[in-house]
């Protein structure tokens, strides 16, 4: 069963706008993590954020947790149409600090 | 350095046949891990392993097997493919004791089966 569940499904904006995307998951957690998928290739780690910390910045990216809500987002800033691909959300849950559960992905789509 | 590689990229084969994918490491890292991805379905796990010599079963098992018999790569058989089994594979791979976790995913295997 999916434990992380991404919102929307599909997401379309101007480049120059900011992108939302949110990760609902179920149960308690080690840490999340976001990836990127461009098409037809494999997945690329983005940004991990633990189940203590509330707010986690890399570059034009900004992920928050929220355990009270099990929820997370990620905010890309100034999108890019490079920026256009899938975006996951994946959990760690209980005793393991490395088995992923994926999310079904949020598909980012910015407009030149 | 070539990071993680899958063999075959494409494959096309008829129920009940076999095949093996290949997934190799240059990272040394010790888990590796053998996911699927279907349309709307994001990733499942199918098997992963600890280190040389060990696997366990995820999410999806059923219809697969695996073997780790070095540190570096990563099998993935199946037996008797099935339709069901018409998926997108990827491997991936980590280190034990990494503060971040992160996996490192291979470009990925379309596999078709008919």
């Known amino acids: 069963s999916q434990q992380g569940e991404e919102d929307p499904q599909a997401l379309s904006i101007q480049e120059g706008e900011n992108a939302t995307m949110n990760c609902s998951y179920k149960?308690?957690?080690?840490?999340l993590q976001w990836y990127r998928q461009n098409s037809g290739r494999g997945l690329v780690h983005l940004i991990l954020?633990?189940?203590?910390?509330r707010e986690k910045h890399s570059g034009r990216l900004r992920v928050t947790l929220d355990t009270s809500k099990k929820s997370s987002s990620l905010l890309i800033t100034a999108s890019r149409a490079a920026d256009t691909a899938s975006y996951f959300c994946a959990t760690a849950v209980g005793g393991s600090n490395y088995k992923l559960t994926f999310g079904k992905g949020t598909l980012l789509t910015v407009n030149p | 350095n070539a990071g993680v590689t899958q063999t075959p990229k494409f494959r096309v084969l008829k129920t009940g046949q076999s095949m093996t994918l290949l997934c190799a490491q240059d990272m040394n890292h010790e888990y590796m891990y053998w996911y699927r991805q279907d349309p709307g379905m994001g990733l499942r796990l199918i098997h992963y392993?600890?280190?040389?010599?060990?696997?366990a079963k995820g999410e999806v098992p059923d219809g697969y097997n695996v073997s780790r018999l070095k540190k570096q790569n990563f099998l993935l058989g199946l037996e008797s493919a099935a339709p069901s089994q018409t998926s997108v594979y990827f491997c991936a791979s980590n280190l034990l004791e990494t503060p971040y976790n992160e996996q490192f995913f291979g470009p990925g295997t379309r596999l078709t089966v008919l």
């Open positions: 954020i633990r189940s203590n910390e």
């Open positions: 392993s600890v280190g040389e010599g060990t696997t």
């Open positions: 149960t308690s957690i080690n840490n």
